[in-house]
């Protein structure tokens, strides 16, 4: 048995497809894909129409009672349906072969990611020697950015305040934690 995966990112919103995407999606229902949609919450009765029980919805595991508003209708959608799986950030178990000694940790803490506090991050680099940051994108291939955390004693786990909000962890608390790191995080469901 073959299975395929094909994952859809946001992006339709509440507008119905165009019929460039609308053909597309149609082709896919009439092979044997199991697709992934990202946050096509507006669109999920077309999706049930097109590949019934055999499609998955995703977005990230809130794990906040109360969401932003601007996610409510998300949220009442993936608590609704069957098919949702919750994208729970964490980090792959094969990281725990990276070398993580004491003697390769050459910086006092690195953050690696979206440009999150950038204000406490150069308040860090004027503050002490030996703090590395590296925003993305631009993004860096992976064993640079693993780098970041295996040649780092800790881990800056800064998250969006969007995600903060809505009980979102990001993956660098996870990843930092499986590569040796202590992880500071302004989170406090991390």
């Not at 009442?76 to 949702?84: A, G, K, Y």
């Not at 994208?87 to 178990?93: G, Q």
């Not at 004693?153 to 969007?162: A, D, F, K, P, Q």
């Amino acid at each position: 048995l073959e299975f395929r995966r094909v994952l859809f990112r946001s992006g339709v919103g509440k507008n119905s497809l165009n019929t460039s995407q609308l053909r597309t999606i149609s082709e896919i229902a009439s092979t044997r894909a199991v697709p992934i949609f990202w946050y096509w919450t507006h669109q999920v009765e077309l999706l049930d129409s097109l590949f019934q029980d055999r499609w998955i919805l995703t977005g990230e595991y809130f794990r906040s009672a109360t969401v932003l508003d601007s996610h409510a209708f998300a949220n009442s959608v993936f608590s609704n349906r069957n098919n949702f799986i919750p994208l729970r950030f964490a980090a792959d178990p094969r990281l725990l072969d990276h070398g993580t000694g004491a003697s390769t940790r050459t910086y006092r803490a690195s953050f690696v990611g979206h440009r999150y506090k950038r204000r406490l991050n150069q308040l860090l680099r004027c503050a002490r020697r030996r703090i590395r940051i590296r925003y993305t994108p631009p993004f860096i291939d992976e064993h640079s950015r693993i780098d970041y955390f295996t040649s780092s004693r800790v881990t800056l786990g800064w998250h969006s305040e969007g995600n903060v909000s809505n009980g979102v962890v990001v993956e660098r608390v996870f990843e930092g934690l499986a590569l040796g790191s202590v992880v500071v995080s302004d989170n406090p469901y991390a």
